[in-house]
């Protein structure tokens, strides 16, 4: 299904993944200084916050395709919104799954339904629903304009999730990183991580939607014999 | 090493649930490349009786 110079590319790619990865690893591990108020278990951070940055973008990248979709119809546009919101997903997942392992050790406390978290968790739904809303309707076609529509509404919450720790007081830090609060070891380790995950993300994505055109492919090529036959 | 147990919970988390992930598609793959194969078979007899 791929020709030998895309297969070649692919594993640059993955390579390069691999090795920004176990950068962010060490730096996480060995590089950084353990932080003196929370401890070790502060180190999550270093992949807590690309995860939900990341995933941001992949709302965004979604948002941007599901236009083009609904303006072109070109099956390449909702390939590359479903994969990235299916990215998306999982990463929201895991910022949904280290937020509360982190919080209880520092707040004594799994979750709170302060404005940040119960905001993450609506982000986290409405996404869910652009993914599930495919498999409830029996046209694929339909249920990408759905999702599209999905997808470009649901981003309204993605600006309000990021607003939310410095609108309300909530028990979730603020914005810290741009407020000059991390020392430089912390921020490159920090910057490494976004670049790691940035990475994956796109590989990810690419991936997923280079999978998803072929199964639309496959899907009108079936068609395309059964009336033959019929 | 006090709360080293949460630390290891989440990265074991991130990692477990990054793999599930890259392990589904590659079984979406392996699939697709089946149902392709079973498709170019059908063209291909459709082709002789042709």
Redesign the interface.
Known sequence: ?RNGKSAVRDSFLWGLGLLLMLAALYMVFAYVPTEKNT???Q??FY??VP?AWVSFLAFFITFIFSILYLGKRAVKWDALAHASAE?GV?FT??VL??GP??A??VWGIWWTWDARLTTSLVLWLIYLAYLLVRGLTAEPERGARFSAVIGIVGFIDVPIVFLTVNLWRTQHPTTIVFEGGLTAPMLATLLVCVTAFTV?YAL?TW??AR?KT??AE?RR??MM?TE??E | ????G??L???T??WA??FG??LA?QR??RR??R??AR?QE??DR?GKTA
């Not at chain 2, 090493?1 to 080293?4: A, G, P, R, V």
Request: aromatic share 10%; proline share 2%; hydrophobic share 55%.
């Open positions: 299904m401890g070790i278990v180190r999550i992949f807590h995860l990215v999982i997942t895991l799954i280290t392992i982190w209880k050790p994956l990810l991936q997923s999978l072929l199964e496959f090529l079936t014999q033959k036959e | 090493m006090e709360n080293l949460y630390l919970a989440a990265y988390g991130i649930v990054v992930y890259i598609m979406r793959q697709l490349e149902q392709l498709l059908q063209l459709a």
